[in-house]
Nanobody, 124 residues
Framework: QVHLVESGGGLVQSGGSLRLSCAAS???????VAWFRQAPGKEREFVVG???????YYTDSVKGRFTISRDNSKNTVYMQMSSLKPEDTADYYC???????????????????WGQGTQVTVSS
């Protein structure tokens, strides 16, 4: 069983930065971890993901602005967000699924564990 807790959300001005953390209880290093977001009135979307082997994947809209990383010694995955835009405003969720490969799913249904979410608001 893996329990995920996100932190680091908040209010930031356009162009600013935030770092979200996804801390896990339970064995974590063999899990693919992804960040999803859901803006008001919109469907949940994949943002970034990192496999258990360290391969990373980004949706096009955040490439060059967001960076995902993991510290297995701390059972934590981070998402550094820079050059934030108002359209990045959303609730952000981390999710985890066991994976022994480089594969990272972009479909939320393939994840077994979810955090409670953290809100990010980018003002213009």
């Amino acid at each position: 069983q893996v329990h995920l807790v996100e932190s680091g959300g908040g209010l930031v001005q356009s162009g600013g930065s935030l770092r979200l953390s996804c801390a896990a209880s339970g064995f974590y290093s063999s899990y693919a971890v992804a960040w999803f977001r859901q803006a008001p009135g919109k469907e949940r979307e994949f943002v970034v993901g990192i496999s258990g082997t360290g391969s990373t994947y980004y949706t096009d809209s955040v490439k060059g602005r967001f960076t995902i990383s993991r510290d297995n010694s701390k059972n934590t995955v981070y998402m550094q967000m820079s050059s934030l835009k108002p359209e990045d405003t959303a609730d952000y969720y981390c999710a985890a699924a066991f994976s022994s490969s480089e594969y990272v799913a972009e479909f939320g249904g393939e994840y077994d564990y979810w955090g409670q979410g953290t809100q990010v608001t980018v003002s213009s």
